[in-house]
């Protein structure tokens, strides 16, 4: 099968689908004459024209405003930010527009949207753009929240996030989108709300989602050498979540550590480990561990934020915390 990068595998659901359906178009910064602010919309302006390919004046709150107003008027609009950290500027839109206007207006308009960029630290770029909100986002009725962590992923769940009748957010790593993996030639869709086990084992379950599911393998990978046996899953979406594949993973391992690049508090960690506890407690056997970035803001300095980011080092740490306890 052919290899291809994560932004091309992006680029390829996004034409596909321009093609496909007449409705959708992409409007953000620089996607057009730049080609994209990471060439994830490379040579589409010269295929799709600029009423399909638009470019936007840094006012992330005006033009997605425009984006959910077309979406109520039959448009599927593809909007993308430059990071989802400029996504604050435009969360009144996102959140009381987009996310409410189904159940607001009784079912007579909807958004049928996907809202994409990058997501998490990018390394030594600082505070302001180094933030992680899927857990923000999922805590919305009314939004879908997609973090795919492979190019096989990024293309059939971005296909299908474009057909979603609900507005849906989408979240890529920067760091992913020179990423090469396996991508199929042909048309395919990825279901959202469907985890995948990115690898199979059978002493400790590691949860997680995005870049950091990379983290996970090759903590996973290190653990094989110590002779213990790492699960991985990849939730893939965090909005809907797929539970029943982390309860019945942890049924088959009976521990549980769930790592996440965001902070502690009320993070999706947090809501897998209720729910494991929930409906899995009386095949646990060590109390669940979560990874997740120290409460702080980002620093600049790279060796601070390897202390704070989750890490394999404590991924590996928190599985030998669960896997040896009796």
Same mark, same amino acid.
């Given at each position: 099968?052919?290899?291809?990068?994560?932004?091309?595998?992006?680029?390829?659901?996004?034409?596909?689908?321009? $093609?496909?359906?007449?409705?959708?178009?992409?409007?953000?910064?620089?996607?057009?004459?730049?080609?994209?602010?990471?060439?994830?919309?490379?040579?589409?302006?010269?295929?799709?024209?600029?009423?399909?390919?638009?470019?936007?004046?840094?006012?992330?709150?005006?033009?997605?405003?425009?984006?959910?107003?077309?979406? #109520?008027?039959?448009?599927?609009?593809?909007?993308?930010?430059?990071?989802?950290?400029?996504?604050?500027?435009?969360?009144? %839109?996102?959140?009381?527009?987009?996310?409410?206007?189904?159940?607001?207006?009784?079912? %007579?308009?909807?958004?049928p949207m996907v809202f994409?960029?990058?997501?998490?630290?990018?390394?030594?770029?600082?505070?302001?753009?180094?933030?992680?909100?899927?857990?923000?986002?999922?805590?919305?009725?009314?939004?879908?929240?997609?973090?795919?962590?492979?190019?096989?992923?990024?293309?059939?769940?971005?296909?299908?996030?474009?057909?979603?009748?609900?507005?849906?957010?989408? #979240?890529?790593?920067?760091?992913?989108?020179?990423?090469?993996?396996?991508?199929?030639?042909?048309?395919?869709?990825?279901?959202?709300?469907?985890?995948?086990?990115?690898?199979?084992?059978?002493?400790?379950?590691?949860?997680?989602?995005?870049?950091?599911?990379?983290?996970?393998?090759?903590?996973?990978?290190?653990?094989?050498?110590?002779?213990?046996?790492?699960?991985?899953?990849?939730?893939?979406?965090?909005?809907?979540?797929?539970?029943?594949?982390?309860?019945?993973?942890?049924?088959?391992?009976?521990?549980?550590?769930?790592?996440?690049?965001?902070?502690?508090?009320?993070?999706?960690?947090?809501?897998?480990?209720?729910?494991?506890?929930k409906n899995a407690f009386?095949?646990?056997?060590?109390?669940?561990? $979560?990874?997740?970035?120290?409460?702080?803001?980002?620093?600049?300095?790279?060796?601070?934020?390897?202390?704070?980011?989750?890490?394999?080092?404590?991924?590996?740490?928190?599985?030998?915390?669960?896997?040896?306890?009796?």
């Amino acid at each position: 099968m052919r290899e291809i990068q994560f932004r091309e595998a992006l680029r390829e659901a996004m034409s596909e689908e321009m $093609r496909r359906d007449k409705s959708v178009y992409l409007m953000g910064e620089e996607v057009a004459e730049y080609n994209g602010a990471y060439k994830v919309s490379q040579g589409m302006l010269d295929e799709f024209g600029p009423e399909r390919v638009i470019d936007t004046p840094i006012a992330e709150l005006g033009f997605a405003g425009v984006g959910v107003g077309s979406a #109520m008027n039959g448009l599927r609009p593809i909007i993308e930010f430059m990071t989802f950290n400029f996504s604050l500027v435009a969360i009144d %839109q996102i959140i009381n527009s987009a996310a409410k206007i189904l159940s607001m207006s009784g079912g %007579q308009y909807g958004a049928p949207m996907v809202f994409r960029g990058a997501t998490g630290n990018a390394g030594m770029l600082g505070a302001q753009h180094s933030q992680n909100f899927e857990s923000w986002y999922a805590n919305t009725p009314g939004l879908k929240v997609v973090v795919p962590s492979t190019p096989y992923d990024a293309k059939g769940l971005l296909k299908s996030s474009i057909r979603d009748n609900d507005p849906v957010i989408y #979240m890529e790593s920067e760091l992913m989108y020179g990423q090469k993996g396996e991508v199929p030639e042909g048309e395919y869709l990825i279901p959202i709300g469907v985890a995948d086990i990115k690898k199979e084992g059978s002493d400790v379950t590691i949860v997680s989602f995005g870049k950091i599911v990379h983290v996970a393998l090759e903590a996973a990978a290190e653990l094989e050498k110590d002779g213990i046996s790492c699960e991985v899953v990849d939730l893939r979406s965090v909005k809907p979540i797929d539970y029943a594949t982390v309860v019945n993973s942890v049924k088959k391992t009976n521990r549980l550590v769930v790592v996440e690049e965001a902070w502690p508090l009320a993070a999706i960690s947090s809501e897998i480990a209720y729910h494991v506890q929930k409906n899995a407690f009386d095949y646990l056997d060590a109390p669940i561990q $979560r990874v997740n970035s120290i409460d702080a803001p980002l620093p600049y300095a790279p060796t601070l934020i390897e202390a704070i980011l989750p890490n394999v080092k404590r991924t590996i740490e928190a599985v030998k915390a669960v896997a040896y306890q009796k």
